[in-house]
Every structure is written in C-alpha cells, then in structure tokens.
C-alpha cells in the first residue's frame, strides 16, 4: 500500500458518502491532519479518525479500499489524558458538505494530542504546529491544563505533565513578530 494524502481520503470518504447515503462528520487527528497543516512530507499508510457515525460501517469500507484505519467515537478516550474540553467545537472544516464534514483539530488540541503518546516522532509533529502556527509555550501549557483538569487521576499525568514540561523548554513564552 502506498502512502495516503489528505485529498485521496477526502475523496474517498466522499465516494462513501455518496454510495451509502449516510451523513460522515469525520474529526482527523493524525498524520492527514499534519498534512493539512501544511506538513505535505509527513507520510502515513492509515486513518485515525473521530467519526460520529458508524465507525464500523466505515472501517468496512475503508479496508476494503486496503486502507487501516484506527476510528473511534471519543478521541479523547485514546489515552489516560484527556483531550482539552472543547476540541471538537475548536476543529476546522476541510469540508462541510449536505452529507460529509471533514475536519481536523485546532493546532493546539494537535499539538496536546500528540504529546499525549509523546513519542519521538509525535513530538516532531508537535514541534511543526508549534513552529507554523506560532503557538507559545504558555499556550501549550494552558491547553495541557484544561486537559489534565479534565483527565481522572492516574499517575500517567504526571509523565504527560513532564512532556509538556520537557517539549515547552524548546519554545518561546512569547509568540516572536
């Protein structure tokens, strides 16, 4: 399988739409959206996704376009750390059509969702929205608030905490002109 670019999924879904004549709001929250910042040599070969809908009927569909796609209807459950409260009402229309929205997380929810799983390359992502949309580190760290207050208690928010910590070093507190 080769790898995916936003446009091709975007149509894909239309197809999906079209063929099966359900509504699709789509929420992308990986690599695709990284794209539609404007990260055009971020690669990927799946979806990750927040459907309202039926994931099921659209994993089905995806694989049989050989596609892996890791859907869900609550993002924010994909983690010990939840997502900033609001990030759904934040997220940005790729497309809104009668039948299908498409869209992707504010650069700041991006930016906590990535360094919620904190790998190395999560945080490169990170760092690229951080750096394009000249997000600040007191911004990070307010979004990595709301999601902490919002998260039930577990010892994994420390961890989440020291990333935010370690990935703000790297940024500015002001935004630079």
Not at 16 to 40: E, I, K
Not at 93 to 122: C, E, H, M, Y
Not at 133 to 140: G, P
Request: hydrophobic share 45%.
């Amino acid at each position: 399988m080769s790898a995916l670019n936003t446009e091709e999924i975007i149509a894909l879904l239309q197809d999906y739409a079209r063929q099966t004549g359900a509504s699709l709001d789509v929420l992308l929250v990986g690599a695709l959206a990284l794209q539609a910042y404007g990260f055009r040599d971020r690669l990927t070969r799946d979806v990750d996704a927040e459907v309202a809908g039926s994931v099921e009927a659209l994993s089905k569909f995806l694989r049989q376009h050989q596609i892996p796609a890791d859907l869900t209807t609550n993002f924010s459950g994909w983690s010990i750390v939840a997502m900033p409260p609001g990030y759904r009402d934040r997220a940005t229309d790729l497309v809104n059509q009668s039948n299908l929205r498409v869209r992707i997380l504010a650069p700041i929810d991006f930016v906590i969702a990535k360094l919620r799983r904190g790998t190395d390359l999560d945080c490169e992502d990170a760092a690229f929205v951080v750096k394009r949309f000249r997000l600040t580190a007191e911004q990070i760290r307010a979004a990595a608030a709301a999601a902490l207050s919002a998260s039930s208690p577990d010892t994994a928010l420390f961890l989440f905490q020291k990333t935010i910590d370690l990935f703000c070093q790297s940024f500015p507190s002001e935004p630079s002109s």
